[in-house]
């Protein structure tokens, strides 16, 4: 089985910038469209980027022009840069494999302001 594990979360202040990292414990990264997702404390779950096993991207608006996901499948690990950060970004970012149904466990991201 396949396992998902985000790491790179923390504490920074608005404008700064983070990098998150999802290692995958097998090569599903070409394989499958492979996903960012992220949740605040009260808010419903909210979807932040795509990547397809063909390496097309996309993003929810909100995000746009701000975080860019990759991914290097040779070290079976997915990634989302995170530049421009604002409080509102303040969220636990899961990485996922939907169509796999594969979750990580998340990683806390606190923006302050």
């Known amino acids: 089985q396949v396992q998902l594990v985000e790491s790179g979360g923390g504490l920074v202040q608005a404008g700064g910038s983070l990098r998150l990292s999802c290692a995958a414990s097998?090569?599903?990264?070409?394989?499958?469209?492979t996903d960012w997702y992220r949740q605040a404390p009260g808010k419903q779950r909210e979807w932040v980027a795509e990547?397809?096993?063909?390496?097309?991207?996309s993003y929810a608006d909100s995000v746009k022009g701000r975080f860019t996901i990759s991914r290097d499948n040779a070290k079976n690990t997915m990634y989302l840069q995170m530049n421009s950060l604002k409080p509102e970004d303040t969220a636990v970012y899961y990485c996922?494999?939907?169509?796999?149904?594969?979750w990580g466990q998340g990683t806390q991201v606190t923006v302050s302001s």
């Open positions: 996922a494999a939907p169509r796999y149904g594969k």
């Open positions: 990547i397809s096993s063909g390496g097309s991207t």
């Open positions: 097998g090569s599903i990264f070409s394989i499958y469209a």
